[in-house]
């Protein structure tokens, strides 16, 4: 079975820390993802990357950086955290460009005082 | 422009009922469809696609959907509910013609199951 991990499930900042979310896959896939999840807006993804050292932004990347130096690791960064940023983040893996089934970590869910 | 529209913030079914999940869709090209169940505090687990073929899928845990191109739907359903299945249910579509290959999300519909 794919296994995504989440570094923290539950996190508490505050406003104008710098935040790093780490998520780790074990199955060799290329496709990762980030995603804020909040109640009524179902998912949003912030940025997704299709390979290593290689990112793209997604619907609402503002306030938020990526980086992928290797494969297995899509870490999630907010330069400066505020109150707006209070969500879950979710991170996802798929196994390749053509393949759109995405497995999912168990979330972060991030409080920013 | 790409969209999924999950009609029912919240259904109510009593253990043992059929339950449906409603969800329709627009896409310029092909959908690719998706069901994702979200339990309390955990991440999305997949339950069942539609890319091409037989319009009835089959997923995970008893549950099928219905994919019905002239209604542009893809209704989640399940012949007898249990209340283990109480949970968030999401739909999220894939158009074929776009190159960025990324899934759009409903908003989710909360399942309840009465006992």
């Known amino acids: 079975d794919v296994k995504v991990t989440q570094s923290s499930r539950y996190l508490v900042k505050r406003t104008g820390e710098k935040v790093f979310l780490e998520c780790v896959q074990d199955?060799?896939?290329?496709?990762m993802f980030w995603y804020r999840q909040d109640p009524g807006l179902g998912l949003r993804l912030i940025y997704f990357?299709?390979?290593?050292?290689?990112?793209e932004k997604g619907d609402i990347p503002e306030g938020y950086s990526v980086s992928r130096e290797k494969k297995e690791r899509f870490s999630l960064i907010l330069e400066s955290a505020s109150t707006n940023q209070t969500s879950m983040y979710l991170c996802a893996s798929s196994l390749d460009r053509n393949t759109d089934t995405q497995y999912f970590g168990p979330g972060t869910r991030l409080t920013v005082l | 422009a790409q969209s999924v529209a999950q009609p029912e913030d919240q259904v109510n079914v009593a253990e043992g009922n059929p339950l449906t999940v409603k969800c329709t869709y627009s896409?310029?090209?092909?959908?690719?469809l998706f069901w994702y169940v979200q339990y309390p505090n955990r991440g999305l687990q997949f339950l069942l696609k539609?890319?091409?073929?037989d319009n009835l899928v089959k997923g995970s845990y008893g549950f099928e959907a219905e994919f019905n191109k002239s209604q542009t739907s893809f209704h989640l359903k399940k012949p007898s509910a249990l209340v283990s299945d109480s949970a968030l249910y999401f739909c999220a579509v894939r158009d074929s013609m776009d190159s960025n290959y990324q899934l759009i999300w409903g908003a989710g519909t909360k399942l309840i199951i009465k006992p």
């Open positions: 199955m060799d896939h290329e496709n």
């Open positions: 896409v310029s090209g092909n959908p690719y």
């Open positions: 539609y890319i091409t073929g």
């Open positions: 990357s299709y390979d290593v050292k290689m990112k």
